[in-house]
Nanobody, 125 residues
């Protein structure tokens, strides 16, 4: 139900835009988050966006460089990643928690019900 795409190889300082396309459900009724996992490390929170899209939250390492947004008409959430650094290299996953009730943001992977398959981001120095 969630399809992540847009990863690739980029030089340090470059940009990528990840997409998370939702099918079978209405993304406007969901809180969506992005997480990442580098080799040998635990999965970590990157960013989340509220159901309305009016609220966003970022992990400190990406604050000011990444921007999450949503296009409910396209049932898609995006993660614009600018000024990429080698330490941003990881498999990026989008996740969704569907339903109109609950908090505006979720930061723990345990709070999300549905996950995309992940897209690889590689940053060369």
């Amino acid at each position: 139900q969630l399809q992540a795409s847009g990863g690739g190889l980029v030089q340090a300082g470059g940009s990528l835009r990840l997409s998370c396309a939702v099918s079978g459900r209405t993304v406007s009724n969901s809180v969506v988050g992005w997480f990442r996992q580098a080799p040998g490390k635990e999965r970590e929170f990157v960013s989340t966006i509220s159901r309305s899209g009016g609220g966003t939250f970022y992990a400190d390492p990406v604050k000011g460089r990444f921007a999450i947004s949503r296009d409910n008409a396209k049932n898609t959430v995006y993660l614009q990643m600018n000024n990429l650094k080698p330490e941003d290299a990881a498999v990026y996953y989008c996740a969704a928690r569907f339903g109109i009730a609950g908090r505006s943001f979720y930061y723990s992977s345990h709070d999300y019900d549905y996950w995309g398959q992940g897209t690889q981001v590689t940053v060369s120095s």
